[in-house]
């Protein structure tokens, strides 16, 4: 697209805190002066996380992750945090701004009035700033096997797993998970009950149990189906609120209490019955 | 570099404050005290029935006190407002797949609605108010 709008190219500053380098243009029209109050913790100094206030100037139509990003390569190169793709794909660069679960690379400057608190994602321990450890989330993805376990295994020249689109539509919009974590730090119970499976995980659980060519449903109730599994989720439906990606994880988990209840009904009140 | 990741505890007892989403979500729960108040108020009711008129005669008058109209006014409201988060969610805990596309979420929570009159009728006409 040749004479696209006229756009002032955000500030670059490598992920990993390397190189960095400022292509903002300062007197451009639409610029403002943008106030942040961003959370700081040192664990090798520190013992409690303390607000830093920063001015920055930004252009109209950047977002907080450039603002950020222009933090760390025009005033403080030692402000630590995550982030990829720039683009909400990758699900790295999660941050609640101001109380609420964002992907700062899609919470649009022009959306917020007043200085902007940014903070680490919530319910998860804090590692530095605002990059906080994801190991538990990890480990929960891995319990609930999100990955096909055929039905039957065939051997690779009798052909491809075929699916109709209908079948294919039926998971679709839980495959499309980034794993963001955004709904963790809005789930209340997760916070309250850090052993509950959580919203992404038990989605994926979903994501593959309905899918026609899975057949590994049964060893994931094993995980899904218990206290730490659905049954945790009380339905406040944050996840759903907060999800960047569409996915409405609470609707995964009430669909799956429905077909897990059917599955303990089968099993203790029909004579016979084997779930 | 070892690890010294910094855990912030979640507040136990004040932690739906935190957000208005919260706060919506312990309304709707707060609103199953009344209905489950009200499930007592029947069976209290059927009790006085099968002990004879004379008490069913005070239940009736009990019935009839200010304090009591004031609670029945408010579990209709609380049970009217929990029915409809309840029939909301139905879309979500229930969708309907045609070939490939979803059959739209208001059309369930609506049909749902459209039933929960219809059974209210119903139940209205047999107890003789029409
Ligand atoms: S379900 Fe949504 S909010 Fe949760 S991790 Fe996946 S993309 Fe992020
Ligand atoms: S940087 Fe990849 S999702 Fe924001």
């Known amino acids: 697209m040749s004479n696209s709008l006229p756009r002032s190219q955000p500030p670059l500053a490598a992920p990993n805190g390397g190189a960095v380098a400022s292509l903002g243009r300062p007197g451009g029209n639409n610029e403002r002066l943008v106030q942040l109050e961003v959370l700081r913790y040192n664990p090798d100094t520190d013992t409690e996380a303390h607000f830093q206030h920063y001015e920055v100037m930004c252009q109209e139509e950047w977002v907080v992750l450039d603002a950020l990003n222009k933090i760390k390569a025009d005033i403080d190169p030692t402000l630590n945090y995550r982030w990829s793709c720039h683009m909400a794909v990758c699900g790295s660069c999660g941050m609640m701004i101001n109380g609420e679960p964002k992907l700062s690379c899609h919470a649009f400057l022009r959306s917020y009035e007043g200085v902007i608190r940014v903070e680490p994602l919530t319910h998860f321990p804090v590692e530095r700033d605002l990059v906080t450890a994801p190991d538990d989330f990890m480990e929960k993805l891995k319990r609930v096997k999100p990955y096909l376990i055929p039905k039957e295994t065939k051997a690779v020249s009798e052909g491809e797993y075929k699916q109709t689109p209908a079948q294919l539509m039926k998971f679709r919009q839980y495959s499309m998970c980034i794993n963001c974590m955004l709904c963790y730090a809005a789930c209340p119970e997760y916070g309250l009950t850090p052993s509950f499976i959580g919203p992404a995980a038990l989605t994926l659980a979903h994501r593959y149990n309905i899918d026609s060519r899975d057949g590994g449903r049964k060893e994931r109730q094993e995980v899904v189906a218990t206290h730490e599994g659905v049954w945790e989720c009380t339905f406040v439906g944050a996840c759903s609120e907060v999800c960047p990606a569409h996915v409405d994880p609470a609707s995964a988990l009430q669909q799956m209490k429905i077909t897990s209840s059917i599955d303990w009904i089968v099993e203790h009140l029909i004579p016979g019955g084997k779930s | ?130």
Request: proline share 5%; with cysteine; charged share 10%.
């Open chain 2, 1 to 130: 570099m070892s690890r010294k990741p910094l855990v912030r505890e979640v507040p136990p007892t004040t932690w739906y404050f935190r957000h208005p989403r919260y706060l919506r979500y312990m309304s709707r729960e707060v609103t199953s005290i009344f209905v489950g108040a009200y499930c007592v108020l029947l069976v209290v009711g059927l009790q006085s029935l099968s002990s004879g008129e004379a008490a069913w005669e005070d239940f009736l008058m009990a019935l009839r006190s200010p304090a009591s109209i004031a609670f029945q006014f408010l579990a209709l409201i609380a049970t009217v407002y929990h029915a409809a988060t309840w029939f909301n969610a139905t879309q979500k805990a229930m969708p309907l797949q045609i070939g490939e596309d979803f059959v739209a979420g208001n059309i369930i929570s609506g049909a749902h609605y459209v039933a929960w009159a219809v059974l209210s009728v119903g139940v209205l006409i047999i107890a003789g108010v029409f």
